[in-house]
C-alpha cells in the first residue's frame, strides 16, 4: 500500500472501520498541502498529541527526523488548542510521510526547492482566465476554453454621467472582477499595483517564467503581458473631457450564473469620483516606470493619462462615489479618500519627481495611527511600500515614516502568531469578507518588513499564513482550488460553476471564512457559523459568496507572497532597495533630486534588539532609544 499517496482521514473513512479502528490514533494534523522550501520553516498543527513524538519518514520508509510534540496552546479563531511541531530540520528534498506510532497523520509532506513554483504560476494564471473580451482557447485554457465574453466595444454611460443620449465608448479588455463579470478601477487599482510591485521586486525570477498565455513568446516578461490586459482596459476608464475615472463597468444588475458569453445584459460607465481617480494615477505612474524599456510609446500614454487624471482629482477633492438607486452590481464606496490621494500623489511623484508634488507630500507625512492593513478601502500601506522601498526618491523622513508604520504592522503580527498552537498571524478581528486576502495581504506586509531588515521572524511569519492559506487551518482546507488534497471545490464563480467541467478553474484563492456570514439567506438559510470559532465559519458551496467567492484583489496578495519567496529562493537573492533610482526616462520635470544626507540629530529609525526603534539624539548628542510606541527602551 502506497501510504504517501493517501490522506488517512480519507483513508478512515474508506477503509472497513474494525481492522484499522484498533491500531490507528485519530489525531488531526493540519499542514500545507502543497510543499514546503527546501531550506525555509517548516511546521504542522496537531491536536490532542502533545508529548507523543511524531516521526518522519522518506519515501523509502526510512525514518529521517523525529520530533517530540510540544504542549498545545490555544489560537482562538479556532476555538480549540493545537501543538506546532517544527520539522524545519528535514531538508533534503522529497516526498514523507509522519506517523505517530504506526499511524500515518496529515498529508504526504513535500520538499522541493521550487515548492511555489506551481503556486505562483497558478495565482498569477488565474488573471487570464478572468480576461474579458477575449476567447480563451484549448491552448492556453485546456478544458476552461471558452468563448469570448463581454467585448465591452461599445460601452454606454450612467444616466447620471449626462452624455448624450446613446454615446457609447470602448471599455474593451480588463480582467473580471471575481465570480461577477463587473470591472471596477477601485478593485483594479489595489490589485494591479500589487501584481505589478511582484515584478519590481523579483524582476530576475519574473523575466523568465512562463504563464502559457498567448503573449508568452513575445519579447516582454508574462507577468507583464497579463498585466497590460487590464491596464489598457483601466485607461479606457478616462472621461476624456476632464479627465475624471469612471468609477467601474458593470451592468446595471448581477446576470445569473451563466457562462460570459451567455451574459446579454448592457453595460455602462457608473459613476466618477475621488477613490476610482487616485487608484488610477497610483497604477498608471506606476505602470509607466516599469513599461518604458519595453514599450515607450504605452509608458508615456500611461503617465500623460495620470496627469490629466490628477488635475481632476485636485479641481475634486471631495466627490465621491455613490451608488444611483437603480445600480445593485459592487459598490466599491466607502474608500478612505485621504489614504487613496496620499497613495496617488506617491506614485506620481515617484515617477516625475514634480517638486510641486513633493511639498504636498511634506505635509501628508505618514501618520503612525493611520497605519492600517490595506485593501481596496485603505490604501496607506500602499504608498508606505512605496516610499519605504525607495530611499533615492523620497525624503529621509519620509522613508523613516514609511518604514515606521511597516514594522508597526509587522510586529504586532508576529506577536500575534508567538504561543499560538496554528502559528498563524490571523485574529478573530481579521475573520471579515474576503479573510483569506488579510491573511495575504498581511504576508506582504511582512515580506517587505523582511526585505527592509533581512530578519527571518518576518519571512517565517509570511510562511505561517501561506501554510495556513495551503492547509494548515482548522478546516484541513487548501483555499487555492486545484492544488493541494483537500483543495476549495465550490467556489462562487460564474465560469466555474456554469462550465461543464467539475473541478473549479485552478489557482483561485477562496475569500475564506467569515464571521458575518451575511449570505446565509442565499444558502437556503444554512448558517455555516461556528461559534466561538470564525476560522471554522466557511462553506464550501457556490451559494456562499461571502466565504467561497474568488476576486483578483485576493489573487494578487497571495501571488505577491508565493512568487517573492520563490523568487528569493530560486534567485538567492532579495530586493535590493537601495537599487531604486526611480525612471531613467522622463517625460515629466527631468530634475532627479539629489536628497539630504540623513540628519545626525533628532529622531532616526535603528533596527536594534530584533526590532525596529527609535533613536533619539539630544543636543548633546545623547542617544536613547524607544520603541514604536513611544516607550524607552532599556
Ligand atoms: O471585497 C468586497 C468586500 O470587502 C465587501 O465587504 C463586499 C460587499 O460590499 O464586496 C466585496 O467585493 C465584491 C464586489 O462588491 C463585487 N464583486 C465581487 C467582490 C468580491 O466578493
Not at 491596464?231 to 479606457?236: A, G, N, P, S, Y
Amino acid at each position: 500500500m502506497d501510504f504517501m499517496k493517501i490522506n488517512f482521514k480519507k483513508f478512515m473513512i474508506l477503509a472497513s472501520g474494525t481492522f484499522l479502528a484498533s491500531q490507528a490514533i485519530a489525531i488531526n494534523a493540519y499542514q500545507n498541502q502543497e510543499g514546503f522550501l527546501t531550506n525555509a520553516q517548516k511546521q504542522m498543527a496537531l491536536l490532542d498529541a502533545a508529548g507523543k513524538e511524531v516521526v518522519f519518514k522518506d519515501a523509502g520508509g526510512k525514518e529521517a527526523l523525529t520530533v517530540i510534540i510540544p504542549e498545545a496552546k490555544p489560537w482562538t479563531p479556532a476555538g480549540e488548542s493545537a501543538s506546532l511541531v517544527d520539522f524545519s530540520d528535514l531538508n533534503v528534498p522529497g516526498v514523507y510521510q509522519a506517523y505517530v506510532g504506526d499511524s500515518a497523520i496529515g498529508h504526504p509532506i513535500k520538499i522541493s526547492d521550487s515548492a511555489y513554483q506551481d503556486i505562483t504560476k497558478g495565482a498569477l494564471k488565474f488573471f487570464y482566465y478572468q480576461r474579458a473580451s477575449m476567447e480563451l482557447t484549448e491552448e492556453f485554457a485546456g478544458k476552461y476554453a471558452r468563448p469570448a465574453g463581454h467585448l465591452d466595444t461599445a460601452v454606454l454611460y450612467h444616466t447620471l454621467l449626462e452624455k448624450p443620449d446613446g454615446a457609447t465608448f470602448n471599455g474593451a479588455k480588463g480582467w473580471y472582477d471575481a465570480g461577477d463579470y463587473g470591472k471596477y478601477i477601485v478593485n483594479s487599482g489595489i490589485t494591479t499595483y500589487t501584481l505589478l510591485q511582484l515584478y519590481q521586486h523579483n524582476k530576475e525570477y519574473f523575466s523568465t517564467l512562463n504563464l502559457n498565455i498567448p503573449e508568452s513568446n513575445n519579447d516582454i516578461p508574462d507577468i507583464l503581458d497579463e498585466i497590460r490586459w487590464n491596464l489598457e482596459w483601466m485607461l479606457t476608464m478616462q472621461d476624456e473631457e476632464d479627465g475624471g475615472i469612471y468609477h467601474k463597468l458593470t451592468s446595471k444588475q448581477f446576470c445569473g450564473t451563466v457562462m460570459p458569453d451567455k451574459d446579454r445584459k448592457p453595460r455602462f460607465a457608473i459613476g466618477k469620483g475621488i477613490e476610482a481617480t487616485w487608484n488610477f494615477i497610483a497604477v498608471m505612474a506606476l505602470a509607466s516606470e516599469i513599461y518604458a524599456p519595453y514599450d515607450k510609446e504605452f509608458a508615456e500614454l500611461c503617465l500623460r493619462k495620470a496627469e490629466k487624471a490628477q488635475m481632476w482629482a485636485i479641481n475634486n477633492r471631495y466627490t465621491y462615489y455613490e451608488q444611483p438607486s437603480d445600480v445593485g452590481t459592487g459598490s466599491y464606496t466607502n474608500a478612505n479618500g485621504l489614504t487613496v490621494a496620499f497613495w496617488g500623489r506617491t506614485e506620481l511623484f515617484r515617477v516625475t519627481k514634480n517638486p510641486v508634488l513633493l511639498d504636498t507630500l511634506k505635509n501628508m507625512k505618514m501618520n503612525l495611527s493611520r497605519a492600517k492593513l490595506q485593501g481596496w478601502a485603505s490604501s496607506y500601506m500602499l504608498a508606505a511600500f512605496t516610499i519605504a522601498t525607495n530611499p533615492n526618491i523620497f525624503t529621509p523622513e519620509q522613508v523613516d515614516s514609511a518604514k515606521a508604520a511597516i514594522f508597526l504592522l509587522a510586529d504586532n503580527y508576529v506577536a500575534s502568531l508567538e504561543g499560538n498552537g496554528y502559528g498563524v498571524a490571523m485574529d478573530d478581528g481579521d475573520f471579515y469578507w474576503g479573510s483569506n486576502s488579510v491573511a495575504a495581504n498581511k504576508g506582504m506586509v511582512l515580506m517587505h518588513a523582511y526585505i527592509l531588515s533581512k530578519e527571518k521572524k518576518y519571512l517565517n511569519a509570511t510562511i505561517g499564513l501561506i501554510d495556513y492559506l495551503m492547509g494548515r487551518n482548522p478546516l484541513d482546507k487548501s483555499y487555492l482550488t486545484g492544488f493541494g488534497v483537500n483543495p476549495t471545490m465550490n467556489p462562487h464563480h460564474r465560469p466555474s460553476q456554469a462550465d461543464t467541467v467539475e473541478a473549479p478553474i485552478p489557482g483561485m484563492l477562496a475569500g475564506g471564512p467569515n464571521r458575518d456570514a451575511s449570505d446565509i439567506s442565499a444558502c437556503k438559510n444554512f448558517d455555516y457559523r461556528v461559534t466561538g470559532a470564525p476560522a471554522k465559519s466557511y462553506y464550501d458551496n457556490s451559494c456562499s459568496f461571502a466565504s467561497n467567492e474568488v476576486a483578483i484583489n485576493w489573487n494578487a496578495p497571495f501571488a505577491y507572497i508565493v512568487g517573492s519567496i520563490q523568487a528569493i529562493n530560486s534567485t538567492g537573492k532579495v530586493y535590493d532597495v537601495e537599487s531604486s533610482v526611480g525612471v531613467e526616462y522622463s517625460i515629466g520635470i527631468k530634475e532627479n533630486r539629489k536628497l539630504k544626507p540623513r540628519a545626525t540629530t533628532g529622531n532616526r529609525l535603528v533596527f536594534k534588539n530584533g526590532a525596529v526603534q527609535v533613536e533619539h539624539v539630544d543636543i548633546q548628542g545623547n542617544k536613547r532609544l524607544f520603541d514604536l510606541h513611544g516607550k524607552m527602551v532599556k
